[in-house]
């Protein structure tokens, strides 16, 4: 099967200015995201795991371009247009805008309160200009809150009447109404009860399959990425430290950070003890990042050159990219 | 059985809003033995903080206890009644002295222009008659407990130098260096990252044996919950729906809503089960259901029955309690 990649990063490295120490010599800055190459095919459900502080939520806004960009390139390509997005012309802009949607963390924060629930998932509609008439709107409007699962009387309403859940709900609604081809979701299911997550989850999932969207689905939460994405990559301080289809990737971690963050997540079994690799300190600030391998500070299994030399994302099998110098003295025999 | 270090009986709270009186909590008991952790689950809305916080009476002026609940606490040398407490002076011995409390959010916790440092002595000074230096001491080996570096340079900080994980540290530090017989824990790992969870949650436990204290620990997490706590409550919409040894409860959950809460949870030794998840959303406490709380989204719902009755608590095993119609006596469910 031939996939093509609806977007791509290639080299892609977001920095944030810091203020001044000095008044001349050069401007210090936080590197958020360096050097990121990446595919995200068409119709994938891609997951982007990591800790705060890894950039994962700086990575998916370049790709909708709404961090400046200092380094690199994004190419975005689907059945109709094919964007250079580093270097859009503002009509560009306009109709890529179209075409990648954000869908937030905090359904309290997104929705503004002052507007029905009509009105907030209209808004995208009548800006862009996408609908012609009133009652044009409110079909679409309709159409898609059907699909989103919201109760159609209830678009009367303000946000302050709804759940957690009913507000994501609206929250996605808003979204895909203007039909976008690729979807951020950044922490979408969060701030969420349990009970509710795996609905909004399935939610999400049956909508990509329906309309055949593209997912980037940012969360620091593994055993949710674990239920959802076909593909996951790993971030650590910026970098990608690891990628792989999700299976693989939950079946034969390469990365010591991978596998440390699998370790750490809590079983559900009261009696589990298994291979638990706990990791010692936190994660180093960005503004100061270690040298050579970012994990190095945390990694068990450090020698000299991790200290000194970063290692580069190699391929170590089909769509599995890791960025270790040990890995291949570590995978464990047994396997 | 020796006797508990806290009893709560018939626990009800409500509160008093301009959309009348809303029930928070509803006919909840429970003991906490020495040197003991009990977890409490439960999704927003379950009354859980609320619950944790009438231990030290912490809930709003609007709050109208039950006028059957007691809470009794028994020291070594003392019975004490908490709802009896009225005066401030009196009220130290549950703030602070015999029960301390940490919060989820631990940069909310601590006031942001005094040294965490200063917050830490200035508990110790309150809570007994030592001397500044004393205190001083105390707090910077405690900080050096908890496995913060460089505790005596870091006294002197405050809380925006330190990381979130070390902020955490440091509210545990401050929480037991009044030594406290009980610890409340509201959420204490929910906004830290994995890897630091589990730095936590590690500290917790060795605590919890050197000190010898109970903690009550709050939480939604069924995961952390099952590697961390002896026994168990669930609770949903102000009332406890099932409580018993952890291994009972998470083995072999008797409640339809608790079975749920584990369907629900995505689960990394299983990626081939679809999530299931609990239909419909969390009713509002202004609209409560009547007879059973969860009978609106139950899957296995009889209808009138647990719409009209209240279930009654049903034994299933060693001090497993379950509040549902389909295990009272004569029902089997399978």
Known sequence: MTKKALISSRDLSVHFPLPATRLFGPKPFVSAVEGISLDIQQGSFFGLVGESGSGKTTYGRALLRAVPIAQGKITYTDENVSYDLTSLSAEE???YRKRAQLIFQDPYAALSPRMTVRDIIAEPLEVMGLTKSREETDERVREIAAKCRINLEHLRRFPHAFSGGQRQ?????RALVSNPRFIVADESVAALDVSIQ???LNLLKSIQQDMGLTFLFISHDLSVIAHTCDH????????????APTRELFAEPRHPYTKALLSAIPSLDPDYAGDVQKLEGEIPSPSNP?????FHTRCPHVIDICRTEEPRLSKLGFEHDVACHRWEELVDPSE | MSKPLISVKDLSIKFNTDEGLVTAVDNVSFDIAPGE?????GESGSGKSVTAKALMLLNPENCVYGSDSKIIMNLEDDEID???????RDKKVIRGGAISMIFQEPMASFAPAISVGDQMTEQLLIHSDMSLARAKEISIEMLERVGIPDPAQR????????SGGMRQRAMIAMALSTKPKLLIADEPTTALDVTIQAQVIDLMKDLVKEFHMAILFITHDLGVIAQTVDRMVVMYLGTLIEKGAVRDVLRNPGHPYTKGLMEALPRLDDLDTPLKAIAGDIPSPLDRPSGCVFNTRCPVSLGNECESRIPSYTTQGDEHLVACHLMEEGRNSK
């Open chain 1, 93 to 95: 802009m306009t109709d």
């Open chain 1, 290 to 294: 270690p040298p050579g391998c970012k």
């Open chain 1, 169 to 173: 709900r609206i929250s996605i609604a």
């Open chain 2, 155 to 162: 006294f002197g900080q405050y809380a925006f130098e330190f």
């Open chain 1, 198 to 200: 795996a609905d909004v």
């Open chain 2, 82 to 88: 908490v709802f009896s407490l009225a005066k401030s």
């Open chain 2, 37 to 41: 952790i009990l977890g409490l689950v």
């Open chain 1, 232 to 243: 996951v990559a790993v971030m650590y301080l910026g970098r990608i430290v690891e990628t």
